[in-house]
Every structure is written in structure tokens, then in C-alpha cells.
């Protein structure tokens, strides 16, 4: 009996490998041929290139020949067939990625990331670029205009009293200020001017018609003196933040939710013809139909968990919304109930995760048995898409047909089954040349008639108040009313957003039509109030009640006086 080579331990005669170990079976070296590894020290076989026992190659010189027996011959004929093998392969990879990318083509896509794409393109495109647009409005932390409203109506008797007759206010908003001026003028009188200015926790106000004081109010004082409460609200400004932050966090949860879809859920077809039932027409064409994996769904969860209780940038946005330091700063850590704010956030999504995760396989299974998602596609444009809720037994249904330059119509509905009845339906049809759209919807329901609006706008042009310049139609034909926006150049600069109301006996008592402009400038002109300084920081109750019971008088009287020359 011999002993294996590798391990030591006996070997069967005749056996061909190691029931221990695995190794070959080779012939004991003798005497006259063998040699140790000048690495390790082991014994080696002739013609060996590596060590058995440590794997380092070997030199000519340390390996005397030696034929090599049969089995291992064989052994090196497979494993050498399979190296090939899989070089090949590995080749034909190369060359069907890489190579297209040299001549200018693209790899064909899956199956799965084509749907994603698809969808990608048609919906979260235009969702995201919304929320990037709202978010810098919104998230500016400033705002500056002179906005003036005028009104008027189709009853000569009530315009007598409305030509001439405007609200003025002027705004000058910062992060951390507010300054506004209002002016009321009733047919050509003012009647009332205000004015009014926070900065940094001070309030001042000024009432020019009444008298020449300027009222001063240290907030933070007030505050501590009146509640008891040690703040400083000089502290406290308007959180800052961009869109373009929020769109990339969005677009981030946006792709792995998409790893739900995998090319085992997704079933290709080609040359399918389908028919657009409320749009017409017919088409032939590839559909891509999606059927949720209870797996892949739990991977998914699993995977958006992490996400959650990594991510340093959904923190540190949050964080700038919330600004915890700015708001203990102001109110003291008692604004949290003495708890910390980053703490208690990253506890908040720790248990988020932790809830997917504990929930991920039910969610999954749900999923798997609640949905189909369908896409239909002409070319490389998608023309349906179908959603089937099994527990409802309906499908939600998007139709598309045509182009933006020639004209896009969209239909969306609930198909129950029943042709003679749809919950709702969404019918929209438009053009878009450039910046400019000109298109219309109508929303149909069997409880509430139809509602539709037309539209012909530049989103290039836009008000300060982030509305784009054009027309705007709506009509309810239920309720015999309709209401217009026309947004333009205001005749005396800024711009003028002119609304008009229309309607029956049951709408408007005294008349049929309102025109509400308001005009807008794109930087206001407000002023800090000006007078005598009276500081009121310390006014006891009974002070307070005196001053504003004072200036209720002296408003009244004023107003009555100025008033009663135009009605009498």
C-alpha cells in the first residue's frame, strides 16, 4: 500500500485519487528521482511545474524529468478543454460589449432594463423635472414682488364702487426677514396703509393714516417675559435648499425600487397586435409584461432598508429642512422634548429599515399576486400601458397615439370589464414646439359630467410667481361654469395674471362674470415702516389692550370719514 502525496494518508492500490484529499494518485518518486520544493521543503514528482503543498512554481532545475502518468495527462486534457472554453466565451462577451461601444453602436438591451427605460422616459422624467422646478421655487428661502389686485364685474353698480378700487402689497422676503407694505384703495381713495417689518426677531409696524409712530416688539423678550419662555428668535430663518438635491435623492430610491424588475419577471413578445380602445387604432409591436417575483420584491425592500440607514445625503437634507441646531438655538433643546433631533432621525429610519426588512417577504408574496404590468410598444414609442389588479379584477390603462410636434393625445381610464361604464377617464391631447405647449384635457365621470380645460403656454416665460405665460381654460359643463387664466405683460410693466369667472344664477347672485387681475413686478419696492420709535416690549396687559383698543378707535373714525364722501 502507498500513501498519498499530498496529505500522507494511505491510499487503495490501483485508486486513482485520494479519498482524503482529493489529489491525484501518481506513482511514489523513488530514490533516484526525487526532489524537495526549495519553498517549503516537501517532496515532490518528477516534471512537476507546482508544489502541492504551497503552490509556488517551480524552476527546471528543481524538477528532474519524469513521464507522467496517464491519468494525470487526461486530467490536464480536460481542464486545459474547459480553460479554452471558457476563454472563448469570455471573448464573444468582449466582443459583443465592447466592440460596439469602439464603432460608435450599443449592446441590445434586456428585456427588463428595456421596460425600465420605457418607463423611465415617459413617466419619472417629467414627475422628477416637476419636483426639481417646485423645489428652487419653493425652496429659495426669498421672494420679492409688488403685487396689486384689481376686481371687476359685469353689474354697473357694483363696478361703481370697484373701478379704482385696488389691494396693494408690497413683499420683500428674505431667509431670515420680512418687509410688507399694504395699501387699500377703494375709487381712488386710500383708504388704509400699513406697514411691517420682521428682522431677525424684531417686529416693527407702522400705521401712517393713524399717527407717526413706528411700534417696536423684541419678540424674544416678549416671548420670555409674557410665557416664560428663555428663546431667542433672532436665530430663526426660512430653510434654503435646492431642487436639484431633491431630484438626485429622488432618482436614487427611483433605481432601486426598478431592481424589483429582473429578467426573470419581465416576458418579451414581438410582433403582437394590440388596439388602443379609447384613442383608436391599431398597432404591431413588442410588448414587455411585468409580473412581480415575490423574491425579487424582498430583495428589493431589502436593499431600499440599507439604502435607508446609510444614507448620508436623505440625513443631511433633512437635517437643512428641519435644522435642528437652529431650532434648540431658538427654543431651547425643550422644542424636542430634551430628546436629540439626529438621534431620534436616524433612530426613525433604523426602524423604517427594520420594518421592511421584517415585512419584505410578505410584501413580496403580495405583491406577486396583486399586479401585472403590460407595455406596449410601436417602434420605440409606447403606446399602452396596462396595469391588471387581480383583486379588483380592472386594469388601469394608459393609451398614447401620435407625436409631440404633430400632436400627442393621451387617454387614461379604468377598464372594468364593462364597456358601458368607466369610473373616470382622462382624455389629453397637445403640441409642443420648443418651450411651447398648446394642448387640452377633458375628465369625464359618470357622477360629475366633464371638466375640460384647455391650455396654449411658453415655459420658457414665466411670472414671479412660477406660473408660465399663455392662456388657460377650464369649463364645467355640469355646472354652467367656467374659469379663465391668462397670464402676459401687464400694461403698466410687471406682469398681469387676469382671472375670469363665469357663471349661472346659482353661482353669482348680482352677476355673471368676475375679472380678478393681479399684477405682479419682478422686485418689490417695500420699505421699512418709518416714524417716531416707540418701543412696546414691555407693555403690560392692560398697556396692550389700551393701544389696540386706541387704534381701533382711530381706524374706525378714520375710515368712516374717508368712506362716507364715496357712498353718500
Known sequence: MKNCSNCGKPLEDGAALCESCGAVALESPSAGNQTTCPHCGKALYANARFCPNCGKELSEASSPAQKIPASENKRR???GGAAAAVLVLLAVVIFAKVIPSLTGGKPAAQPAAQFVSYQKDLLAEQALSSLERTMDIYGAGSFSTDMTVTVSVDNDELNHFLTDSSLLM??????DSLVANGEFTLMGSSLFTGDFLYDKGTLEFALPDLNDSCYVMDLSKLASRLGGMDVDLSVLKLPEFSGKDWRTLAETYLDLVCTAVT????????DVRFTLTELGGSYTGT???FTPRAEDVEAML???????EGDKTLRKLILELVNPSMLSAAFGMDVFDSADFEEELDEGLTELAEELRDNAADIGEAAEEAFTWTLYVEG????MIRITDHYAEEDLVVECSGTEAEGLSTAFYVDSGDSDYRPFTVLS???KKGKAYTGEISFTSPHDGTIDCSYDIDTGKQSVLGIPYGTYDVDVSHDDISIKLEVADGSEGGTDHILTLRGNEYVFDDFSRMDITVNTTAKSSAKRPSGTTVDITG?????YDELFEELGTAFYQDLMEKVEPLVG
Open 77 to 79: 486534457l480536460i481542464f
Open 170 to 175: 408690497k413683499l420683500d422676503l428674505k431667509p
Open 263 to 270: 429578467e426573470e419577471s419581465v416576458e418579451m413578445e414581438k
Open 287 to 289: 410588448t414587455y409584461t
Open 302 to 308: 431589502i436593499k431600499l432598508a440599507g439604502q435607508l
Open 380 to 383: 420605440k414609442e409606447v403606446r
Open 429 to 431: 391631447t397637445y403640441t
Open 539 to 543: 407693555y403690560s396687559d392692560e398697556e
